[in-house]
């Protein structure tokens, strides 16, 4: 069984920082392509970042202000939030497209529970 656990989530004002991250859990081999999304209640969940290989990618809105980053050695993402506005206010989910352990079995599509992030102007 594979997990991925955020932390780090919490009510910052507006101009403030927060740094997300996210651990897979088990004995894990490789993650590939981990990234952020984030989802109000009732609305889609659209993508933030994504990181695979050193390659990232970050949602047009967001560009600038967030940055990923990984430690492979500790199978965690995370995501450093500057200049947060009140429109980044969100549950921030984490999510790897595959997952691999050391014993050769493969999860793919998985999702984190989410950190809420809270924004006040």
């Known amino acids: 069984q594979v997990q991925l656990v955020e932390s780090g989530g919490g009510l910052v004002q507006a101009g403030g920082s927060l740094n997300l991250s996210c651990t897979a859990s088990?004995?894990?081999?490789?993650?590939?392509?981990m990234g952020w999304y984030r989802q109000e209640p009732g609305q889609q969940r659209p993508l933030v970042t994504i990181?695979?290989?050193?390659?990232?990618k970050y949602a047009d809105s967001v560009k600038g202000r967030f940055t990923i980053s990984r430690d492979n050695a500790k199978n965690t993402v995370y995501l450093q939030m500057n200049s947060l506005k009140p429109e980044d206010t969100s549950t921030y989910y984490c999510?790897?497209?595959?997952?691999?352990?050391?014993?050769?079995?493969?999860?793919?599509?998985?999702w984190g529970r989410g950190t809420l992030v809270t924004v006040s102007a």
């Open positions: 999510h790897a497209n595959r997952i691999t352990l050391a014993d050769g079995r493969e999860y793919l599509e998985v």
């Open positions: 088990g004995s894990i081999r490789s993650a590939d392509l």
């Open positions: 990181s695979r290989s050193g390659v990232t």
